[in-house]
């Protein structure tokens, strides 16, 4: 997608969405008062130095690249600056996870692990599982873990398809953050919702990246089993039969401009 059609979508957003005021379920006033547009708690500082620093980091990354969907070397530096999550995002993902307390929490698409870091250490009861299926990134990642002394936390080398193949554990919050176009993103999304816990949530990444992704995500809210589902922009929240009649909210994030770029 262009960044003009991207831009547009955003101004869109912006304009259409809403603030906490006007926003009359509970549940959803609360979760934007006190976590989305709350400032606390912050990112532990060391977790953002250490992922500073790989942005100078000329190390190469061999293998497939499933962003690309080719094989590729790329020094870990061009990882941290353009696929690892901007501050403002991963602190938010931070807050989500200190608020929701999730005993279980599963990321798919991990990358250098930034993301995966920041909800670790948001909770350190709950249990932190990456999947990644570039095995140079998985290994840096799960090194990110180590150094940050995130005990909680852990990456696995797998393609998506192969880890749902594998797996027999339920989460409390699953975090999607890869190849987002129409097809995968239905495909994970319709495996994953079958492997989300009674109250938890499917956190989805960049909703507007793509056609298609904005195409997935429209079919996601009007899923039978979807009850509440919160448009970020950035990221979309769903929850699934909560005792509450079907709900979409579409708030602006982050509360300021401002916060974007710096
Ligand atoms: C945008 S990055 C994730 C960024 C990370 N969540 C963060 O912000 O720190 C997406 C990652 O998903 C991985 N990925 C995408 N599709 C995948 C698939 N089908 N199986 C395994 N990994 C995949 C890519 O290798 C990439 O590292």
């Known amino acids: 997608m262009s960044l003009y059609q991207r831009s547009r979508d955003f101004i869109l957003h912006r304009f259409l969405s809403k603030t906490r005021h006007g926003v ?11 976590c989305i547009y709350s400032t606390k708690p912050t990112t532990p500082a060391s977790i953002t130095a250490y992922f500073n620093q790989l942005k100078r980091d000329q190390r190469l990354i061999k293998g497939m690249d499933y962003g690309q969907r080719k094989e590729t070397s790329v ?22 996870v200190h608020y929701l307390k999730p005993a279980s929490i599963l990321e798919l698409g991990t990358n250098l692990g930034k ?16 999947v990644e299926g570039n ?47 129409y097809e995968p993103t239905m ?3 319709n495996r994953i919702k079958t492997m989300l816990n009674p109250g938890g949530v499917i956190v989805l990444h960049d909703l507007y990246y793509s056609a298609g992704m904005k195409r997935a995500w429209s079919e996601i809210k009007k899923d039978r089993s979807v009850t509440i589902t919160v448009d970020l922009f950035f990221f979309g929240l769903v929850w699934m039969g909560k005792n509450q009649a079907k709900e979409h909210f579409s708030i602006r994030f982050p509360a300021s401009l401002f916060r974007v770029f710096f």
């Open 24 to 34: 009359h379920s509970p549940f959803v006033y609360s979760l934007i008062d006190q």
């Open 115 to 130: 993301s995966l870091a920041a909800m670790a250490s948001a909770n350190p009861n709950s249990r932190a599982e990456g």
């Open 135 to 181: 095995a140079a990134l998985t290994d840096i990642a799960n090194n990110a873990l180590r150094e940050c002394q995130l005990r909680n936390a852990h990456v696995s080398c797998a393609a998506f398809d192969s880890f749902f193949a594998a797996n027999t554990s339920t989460f409390d919050f699953i975090f999607l953050d890869g190849d987002h176009h």
């Open 75 to 96: 020094p870990i530096a061009t990882y941290a600056k353009r696929s690892a999550m901007p501050q403002f995002q991963v602190a938010l993902m931070h807050r989500l």
């Open 187 to 189: 495909r994970y999304f």
